[in-house]
DNA sequence: GGATAAGGTCAATGGTGTTGGCATAAGGAC
DNA sequence: GTCCTTATGCCAACACCATTGACCTTATCC
């Protein structure tokens, strides 16, 4: 077997497999997009892959190098949904609360795919092309380099953060085998008073509140430190 | 098999295995500890783990319901190691700083198990004595219940999110197997000027800032927005 | 000292990713 | 239109995984 992968661009003859579908990246990405959803984040095997492509579970290594090629593929195709469509409007400011607010939605909109590919740097075009957005917005706006890369690295490093996090208390729930059954009602609204009074008092409160994401609020909190940053930059100039 | 775990504090039988070793939930936690830090995270496996202890895989299903199970202690065993010693203060800020870097400091230093485990609710006792320490903190401040429920949420939320992205760009280059290695200089790096230019132009700073954590400077933003909030409340007064 | 059952062990089941060898048909050359 | 090459789908096999039911040994209680 040969250890390269035909690279997407490289494909002339397209076979159709046994029941005559024709395979492709974008193919098998969208399938196993739609199996994350339906059978959750360990539901994903090349197996039932295969199954679901209607194509022996080996073929896929025709089109990634492994199961863990095929997670990074997803993720950046995550990322390329985000990025569909934004245009940089020349404000700064809304420019990358747009950008934010479009990269946590995507992630939090496929849960089961966020929480396998949301900490991974894939190293792909749709992910490159986001950070260079991100770069560009603040060097148009005049930041110097030093506070674009540190500014960058907080705003990008916080969104994906709480991606993740919120992506796991979405898409545990529901995962069918796992035992995180609705631990705030389980466990945490139980707790007697006694030992731990400070829950008791709040869960009524934290059962409503801990469904949200804290994420617009702390990305607002980011940008106002940005914001403050640069005030005290053109005022030195 | 009885389908129920015998709980630590009603165990009387100590037998030991065939090879002499005693076994216990904590010896059990801290040399499945020990293995993910040597194989990686995903170098922990039932199998491994009996021959690291010198006993049968199966002799873990007394001890744990399954391997999920034992990843919830895991991750109990490092909230419970971040609470170690830890005293309040009396002063709200310095507290909730201190729990904050504690636990994020905690997660980083042991990666591989925090990529299993940061993104999990388990709803066990160190876990529970930690949210019952920041509410108190909260409220002894004089923070109003809601207030509190709200800047808990955001606190505790912020800690974890970066605890896990911090630890998986710690745990995933040293994972002997995956193939993400050193993305930043094999990739980002060598971007030509042409297609990635502002990439290119930050590429030498990147590489530096992005090994440090920006936990710190989120975490002090959030303390801001919630001693701005104590101020009003105590003007209001 | 004997009874009881906790807890360690064995063997088996059905799942997983991955690979080498093989067959077949797609598409270029003429 | 026919032939050749080889890309690409398929099959069978391998090594690993978690989990479980039955068995047996021995620590602890009375």
Redesign the pocket.
Do not use: C
């Given at each position: 077997?040969?250890k390269a992968v035909?690279p997407e661009e490289k494909?002339?003859?397209?076979?159709?497999?046994?029941?005559g579908t024709v395979?492709s990246e974008q193919l098998i990405v969208e399938t196993a997009l739609r199996m994350l959803r339906e059978h959750g984040s360990a539901g994903?095997?090349?197996?039932?892959l295969g199954l679901a492509l209607d194509?022996?579970?080996?073929?896929l290594?025709?089109?990634f190098r492994?199961?863990?090629d095929l997670t990074l593929a997803i993720g950046d195709a995550l990322v390329g949904q985000a990025l569909q469509g934004w245009r940089p409007t020349g404000e700064w400011r809304s420019d990358l609360r747009g950008l934010g607010l479009r990269i946590h939605a995507v992630y939090v909109g496929h849960p089961q795919a966020a929480l396998l590919t949301a900490n991974r740097v894939t190293g792909r075009a749709h992910e490159l092309a986001a950070d260079e957005a991100i770069l560009d917005v603040l060097r148009t706006a005049g930041f110097p380099l030093p506070d674009t890369v540190r500014i960058y690295h907080a705003f990008i490093d916080q969104t994906l953060a709480f991606a993740a996090l919120d992506a796991a208390s979405l898409a545990l729930p529901r995962e069918s085998l796992s035992a995180d059954e609705d631990m705030w009602r389980s466990t945490y609204a139980r707790l007697p008073r006694t030992t731990h009074p400070r829950i008791a008092e709040a869960a009524p409160l934290l059962a409503t509140r801990m469904v949200d994401s804290a994420y617009p609020t702390a990305l607002e909190m980011l940008l106002d430190g940005a914001a403050a940053q640069w005030e005290a930059l053109s005022a030195r100039r």
């Amino acid at each position: 077997m040969a250890k390269a992968v035909v690279p997407e661009e490289k494909r002339r003859r397209r076979r159709p497999t046994r029941s005559g579908t024709v395979l492709s990246e974008q193919l098998i990405v969208e399938t196993a997009l739609r199996m994350l959803r339906e059978h959750g984040s360990a539901g994903l095997t090349a197996r039932r892959l295969g199954l679901a492509l209607d194509a022996d579970p080996s073929t896929l290594y025709r089109y990634f190098r492994g199961m863990d090629d095929l997670t990074l593929a997803i993720g950046d195709a995550l990322v390329g949904q985000a990025l569909q469509g934004w245009r940089p409007t020349g404000e700064w400011r809304s420019d990358l609360r747009g950008l934010g607010l479009r990269i946590h939605a995507v992630y939090v909109g496929h849960p089961q795919a966020a929480l396998l590919t949301a900490n991974r740097v894939t190293g792909r075009a749709h992910e490159l092309a986001a950070d260079e957005a991100i770069l560009d917005v603040l060097r148009t706006a005049g930041f110097p380099l030093p506070d674009t890369v540190r500014i960058y690295h907080a705003f990008i490093d916080q969104t994906l953060a709480f991606a993740a996090l919120d992506a796991a208390s979405l898409a545990l729930p529901r995962e069918s085998l796992s035992a995180d059954e609705d631990m705030w009602r389980s466990t945490y609204a139980r707790l007697p008073r006694t030992t731990h009074p400070r829950i008791a008092e709040a869960a009524p409160l934290l059962a409503t509140r801990m469904v949200d994401s804290a994420y617009p609020t702390a990305l607002e909190m980011l940008l106002d430190g940005a914001a403050a940053q640069w005030e005290a930059l053109s005022a030195r100039r």
